[in-house]
């Protein structure tokens, strides 16, 4: 069965630590994307990454990192410096980096703080 | 930085009704304007896109209305069922990205 698997489904993060979202996909796609979901702001990009190694800030970073080491695997890290994360994450993947193709979401994880 | 403006950001339709959600862009990379459905709990999916070669997109009871002099489209959800209920995301593209809109939250009610 392809898609996206986000893991865990729930997150709890103390006060000064650093948590890290899992998004996993087996789709073979290129392209992978990891957004932020608020109630009334809609989706907001963190970071994408269209290949291998290689990443690019969205229009919220500070605070989250990334890293893009295997085609399959996009792990956002959610760092101490992020003041307000309590949030719906949600990663996706498309075939290809034009921003135009059809997105592939993951069921998502709901951070929250301690 | 909000480049995609959407409205109304909740709705309430009767069933049987006219569901009509609206969106705004301010620029865009390329000519192709998709709709994403998320229901609680879940992550979004693409529901219905436009290239606007066309003014308009039927897909059964969906459709995309798109007006390029006015840079806005518009989703129309005919026959609105109690299943419709859930957010609605319009997006633009820019390179190597899609920016969405801040989300319509649809209830259709019985």
């Known amino acids: 069965d392809g898609g996206i698997t986000q893991s865990p489904k729930y997150l709890f993060r103390k006060e000064g630590q650093n948590v890290t979202l899992s998004c996993e996909q087996n789709l073979n796609h290129d392209a992978m994307y990891w957004y932020r979901q608020d109630p009334g702001q809609g989706l907001r990009l963190i970071y994408y990454s269209q290949i291998v190694n290689d990443f690019q800030k969205g229009d919220i970073a500070e605070g989250y990192s990334v890293s893009r080491e295997k085609k399959e695997s996009f792990p956002l890290t959610v760092t101490s410096a992020q003041k307000n994360p309590t949030a719906f994450y949600l990663c996706a993947s498309s075939i290809g980096p034009r921003g135009m193709e059809k997105l592939f979401f993951g069921s998502g994880t709901q951070l929250s703080v301690l | 930085q909000q480049q995609v403006k959407q409205s109304p950001q909740s709705l309430i339709v009767q069933k049987g009704g006219i569901s009509i959600i609206n969106c705004a862009y301010e620029?865009?990379?390329?000519?192709?304007f998709p709709w994403y459905q998320q229901f609680p709990g879940k992550g979004p999916a693409l529901l219905i896109a436009?290239?606007?070669?066309?003014s308009e997109k039927k897909e059964g009871r969906f459709t995309i209305s798109f007006n390029k002099s006015a840079k806005q489209f518009s989703l129309h959800i005919m026959d609105s069922q109690p299943g419709d209920s859930a957010t609605y995301f319009c997006a633009a593209p820019r390179p190597g990205k899609l920016i969405f809109g801040q989300g319509t939250e649809l209830s259709v009610k019985p």
């Open positions: 620029n865009t990379a390329f000519d192709y």
């Open positions: 436009i290239r606007p070669d066309v």
